[in-house]
């Protein structure tokens, strides 16, 4: 069966620093893979998907980025960040065949000081 | 760019009431998703509906695809407070691989 796991859970960092939250899928190949945001109990706001390895595409412009070394593993990173980057961030993946089901991953909660 | 709309941004009823929200778009759907989410968790899916016109029974959980596929409704018969979630929908478009959210409706099922 397939499984997907994101970390870390949570992440407390001050201004400037960096992220890097990371997320790998296990029993499938060739999935996509998503990055979503999601503040205080609004809707998930898409960030970046990928349809292969080291493809990427964004769909916000912002101070994030995200690498797709393998396969099944999808990497959202930033050099600095800003307060406005906190947030709940989910990962997920799909088939990308067909109907468009995502599983998540159980997300990373960002805080940033 | 298609604009996803959901009513109600945020419900709250007491246990036992009937509820209904929506999903709306002026763009037609080759198929929709509706996902739940739990405070502090990932959305999971509930259903696809790919026919115009196309109804789902879910448990208490009754989902409509519009004919015209460009909305979808989903009714929740006696409410529980395991009911409690933001319900969310994503349609599938010409851009299948990019997956857009509605903005979500917050639902509170009171004791």
């Known amino acids: 069966s397939q499984t997907i796991h994101q970390w870390p859970a949570t992440l407390v960092q001050p201004v400037g620093s960096p992220l890097s939250l990371e997320c790998t899928v296990e029993?499938?190949?060739?999935?996509?893979l998503y990055w979503y945001r999601q503040a205080a109990g609004r809707g998930l706001q898409l960030l970046f998907y990928?349809?292969?390895?080291?493809?990427i595409s964004s769909e916000v412009p912002q101070n994030l980025s995200a690498s797709r070394p393998q396969d099944r593993q999808f990497i959202l990173s930033s050099k600095k960040l800003l307060l406005s980057d906190s947030g709940f961030y989910l990962c997920?993946?799909?088939?990308?065949?067909?109907?468009?089901?995502?599983?998540f991953g159980a997300g990373s909660r960002l805080t940033v000081l | 760019t298609q604009l996803l709309e959901q009513s109600p941004q945020f419900l709250s009823i007491q246990e036992g009431e009937n509820l209904t929200v929506y999903c709306n778009s002026s763009s037609v759907f080759s198929s929709l998703q509706w996902y739940r989410q739990e405070p502090g968790e990932g959305p999971v899916l509930l259903v696809t509906v790919v026919t115009g016109g196309e109804v789902k029974k879910l448990k208490r959980l009754t989902f409509q695809f519009g004919d015209a596929r460009k909305d979808s409704s989903l009714h929740i018969t006696a409410a529980q407070t395991g009911d409690t979630g933001l319900y969310l929908c994503?349609?599938?478009?010409?851009?299948?691989?990019?997956?857009?959210f509605g903005p979500g409706t917050s639902l509170s099922v009171i004791p």
């Open positions: 990928s349809v292969g390895i080291g493809q």
């Open positions: 029993g499938t190949s060739n999935p996509n």
């Open positions: 997920a993946w799909s088939q990308g065949s067909g109907a468009n089901v995502l599983t």
């Open positions: 994503a349609p599938e478009t010409t851009s299948y691989d990019k997956v857009i």
